[in-house]
């Protein structure tokens, strides 16, 4: 697996970086609290093509590979972009791919002028818990039944959810006006396909907030003294912080493999982004702990932007659940579902 970035793949993180840079600043991740909602973040990833590049060109988008996608998810995991960007692309991609009714949708979703949002969780009867911007989305895709869904988001529909990751999240109730994109067969390989990716995506945006944190730790660590000297030259300092900066090249490497295995295997595509979705959670987790408590007492103060990181990990990776259940279809993948 050749991982060097391509002069086109280079250009296209460094515009996204410096969009995260002035567009998602912490400043402005604290201004879009609680909601966890920027506006005009939204609109700056939309003139910057972001939901564009998840669609391929015969549908009106412009192709971008699933890599392209993860490396520009990975500056948005660094930024703690306050914008659906994940969740559209992958619901972008799935009206697309399912034709019908879902193109009309799309070219307004492409056009600006709705934002659709995915549910990585199935509906439990006629209820989906904790979907993505479900408190701001115009309609999510979500899988129902044994059908593939658009459900239009009201007022009435949806129940805003407080969660301490500062996220859009809502639990939203289906009704009879959804729109049906796909039913049987159909309709669960489309939802699987997109599982894949927005498990692949989050991981890697997992990845780049983890590998962030640990640069606010090791730059506190050179500047804050004990007893005369850096508490980075602590060793309860550093090996905790040199395990975690190990641990997030591992994640972001698997995260990047199981992207790139959408075009290079893709009979392993499901157990990879499951796979990378678990470790990069479990390092995220870790390495915003560590570096929230190297910075003392001060760290768990409001002002300090490393429990911004601590807190948002969290959110991001429990919409869909615990390490545990990605692991679970990771054994599902490659030993087959458990009978019964």
């Known amino acids: 697996m050749d991982l060097s970035l391509t002069v ?3 250009q296209l993180v460094d515009s ?7 567009e998602s600043t912490s400043e402005r991740i604290r201004a879009a609290e609680p909601l966890g909602f920027d506006p005009k973040l939204w609109k700056a990833l939309l003139d910057l093509g972001a939901v564009d590049m998840a669609v391929d060109d015969t549908a009106g988008g412009w192709g971008a590979s699933e890599l392209d996608l993860a490396l520009t998810a990975e500056q948005f995991g660094r930024a703690l972009g306050s914008a659906p960007v994940i969740e559209s692309q992958v619901a972008a991609r799935l009206l697309a791919r399912s034709g019908g009714a879902g193109a009309d949708l799309l070219g307004q979703a492409l056009a600006g002028g709705l934002l659709v949002s995915f549910s990585p969780r199935g509906a439990r009867g006629n209820t989906l818990t904790l979907v993505p911007a479900g408190a701001v989305a115009d309609a999510v895709v979500a899988f ?6 658009v459900v239009p988001l009201t007022e009435g529909d949806r129940q805003p959810v407080q969660n301490l990751g500062s996220l859009p999240l809502a639990d939203v109730t289906v009704g009879d006006d959804c729109v049906t994109l796909a039913e049987g067969e159909d309709a ?6 997109a599982l894949d990716l927005w498990l692949a995506l989050t991981a890697t945006a997992l990845a780049g907030a983890a590998k962030k944190a640990i640069e606010i730790g090791v730059e506190y660590a050179k500047q804050r003294y004990a007893f005369g000297k850096p508490i980075g030259t602590f060793q309860a300092v550093s090996h905790p912080l040199a395990d ?12 990047l493999k199981a992207a790139c295995a959408f075009n290079d295997e893709p009979a392993r595509v499901s ?21 929230l408590h190297i910075h003392g007492g001060y760290g768990f103060g409001m002002e300090c932007d490393i429990q911004l990181y601590y807190r948002r990990v969290r959110g991001w990776a429990l919409v869909y659940g615990e390490p545990a259940l990605a692991l679970d279809r990771v054994a599902d993948a490659r030993y087959g579902p458990v009978a019964g």
């Open 8 to 10: 086109e793949q280079r």
């Open 16 to 22: 996204f970086e410096a969009m995260y840079s002035r």
């Open 144 to 149: 129902v039944g044994s059908r593939l869904v």
């Open 188 to 193: 669960h390989r489309l939802f699987t396909e």
């Open 244 to 255: 975690s900066a190990t641990a997030a090249d591992g994640a972001r490497l698997l995260s």
């Open 271 to 291: 157990e990879l982004a499951a796979m990378a979705f678990a470790f990069a959670y479990e390092t995220a987790r870790d390495a915003t702990l560590r570096s």
